[in-house]
């Protein structure tokens, strides 16, 4: 199973982005998936989930109304928007899959995903 993050970089406050995450080995159209992310000298953080209909999306209290989670099934393709940046987005970024199949919920713990990407870089200037 492989996830590959794409779409970091250096933005200033107020912009976007547009992050992407294309997953093979496995059945993506299956699968809830979630972002989250780690800044430096934090723990690893959940930021949006989409359960494997995209049926519902859940969002971080920091992100809500700002970042948007989406899904192209035929494309194996998961993203996420990021609009009205601020510097305390910086982060590297990761996309995973839920371990378990056709789960109709997204969990925040990133222990309930047992596949990652390496991670995008996110750096948002003040």
């Known amino acids: 199973v492989q996830l590959q993050a794409s779409g970091g970089g250096l933005v200033q406050a107020g912009g976007s982005l547009r992050l992407s995450c294309a997953v093979s080995g496995r059945t993506f159209s299956s699968s809830a998936m979630g972002w989250f992310r780690q800044a430096p000298g934090k723990e690893r953080e959940f930021v949006a989930g989409i359960t494997w209909s995209a049926g519902r999306t859940y969002y971080a209290d920091s992100v809500k109304g700002r970042f948007t989670i989406s899904r192209d099934n035929a494309r194996d393709t998961v993203y996420l928007q990021m609009n009205s940046l601020k510097p305390e987005d910086t982060a590297v970024y990761y996309c995973?899959?839920?371990?378990?199949?056709?789960?109709?919920?997204?969990?925040?713990?990133?222990?309930?995903?047992?596949?990652w990407g390496q991670g995008t870089e996110v750096t948002v200037s003040s």
């Open positions: 995973a899959a839920d371990r378990r199949y056709l789960r109709d919920s997204v969990s925040p713990d990133s222990d309930e995903y047992g596949y």
